[in-house]
């Protein structure tokens, strides 16, 4: 299902059965990635008990992107947006690298929303990373090191999707097909 928040019209899915008893787990996904190469079963899995609302973030999967800067700020913006929009008060959230992040910045902006939270492999902080992560590969030394292989379940999620979604001039990378949209 897509929404219209804050100028995106952001993809989401509900899996499970609504519990009044049960506040829904929401699921935030990792930098370049989506629902299926962050969490794999994990969804379906949790819809067996709960109510399961699975996020695609700005850029991301199946949610376009948009001409405005992508931030952790921004995504947790439009996180809090789309929650408010589908009448969730209150949510556990479960957040996976980038995700984990944008569930901290909702933990600390906005407690009242959040009943309690799985961060994984989380920083807040970019001295939490090597140094390495914010150069650009030397000349002569491969952009797709350590291995192309890591780069292939994402690369199937990604052309796996159907998409409906705006072009932007941001997306697709020049090393990936563009979507038929």
């Known amino acids: 299902m897509y929404a219209d928040i804050n100028g995106l019209k952001m993809f989401y899915e509900i899996l499970g059965t ?14 370049i990635s989506a629902t299926g190469t962050s969490f794999g079963p994990l969804p379906d899995l949790l819809a ?6 699975a ?3 700005q850029g ?8 405005r800067p992508m931030s952790v700020q921004a ?6 947006a789309l929650l408010a929009n589908l009448g969730i008060r209150q949510a556990d959230l ?19 929303v959040v009943r309690k939270a799985v961060l994984a492999s989380v920083i807040y902080d970019k ?14 030394e491969s952009a797709d090191a350590p291995g192309p292989d890591l780069q292939i379940p994402f690369e199937q ?4 999707r159907r998409w409906n979604c705006p072009r932007s001039p941001r997306r697709p990378s020049p090393r990936s097909t563009s979507p038929s949209c």
């Open 18 to 31: 609504s519990d009044p008893v049960k506040v829904p787990v929401v699921l935030l996904h990792g930098a």
């Open 60 to 67: 991301h999967g199946r949610t376009a992107d948009i001409e």
């Open 127 to 140: 001295t939490g990373l090597c140094p390495e992560m914010f150069g650009r590969p030397e000349s002569g």
């Open 94 to 112: 479960f957040g996976y690298s980038l995700g984990a992040a944008i569930a901290l910045n909702i933990i600390t902006n906005h407690p009242a």
């Open 157 to 160: 999620e990604y052309r796996s």
């Open 48 to 53: 067996q008990t709960r109510q399961v609302i």
């Open 55 to 57: 996020v695609e973030q």
């Open 75 to 80: 995504m947790a913006d439009d996180t809090l």
